[in-house]
């Protein structure tokens, strides 16, 4: 178990790290350009955002595997075979 743990652990905190710099400078990069071109078409986007970031994680992903699976051929092949 320990082996395990001394695997993992340093490639999640690296995954972590390295996810939290992104965001970081790119929500600040699109934020600045946001505000400095002020009444742009982008400014449209700020309520959908917001929109998005208010719904739980969990329920929007299933939200999108469903409509993927709904829409595409071929996403998740297995469900939609054992259904017919």
């Known amino acids: 178990m320990s082996s395990i743990l001394r695997e993992t ?8 790290g390295v996810s939290t710099v992104l965001s970081f400078a790119i929500g600040t990069i699109a ?3 946001l505000g400095w071109t002020r009444g742009s078409r982008m400014d ?8 998005f970031q208010a719904i739980p994680y969990f329920f929007l ?14 996403f998740l ?3 939609r075979t054992a259904r017919a």
Request: aromatic fraction near 8%; proline fraction near 6%; hydrophobic fraction near 45%.
């Open 31 to 33: 934020g600045a350009l």
């Open 61 to 74: 992903g299933t939200s999108c595997c469903w409509s993927l699976a709904a829409t595409c051929t071929g």
């Open 77 to 79: 092949c297995s469900a």
């Open 44 to 51: 449209s986007l700020i309520p959908t955002a917001t929109f």
């Open 9 to 16: 652990v340093p490639w999640t905190v690296g995954l972590i």
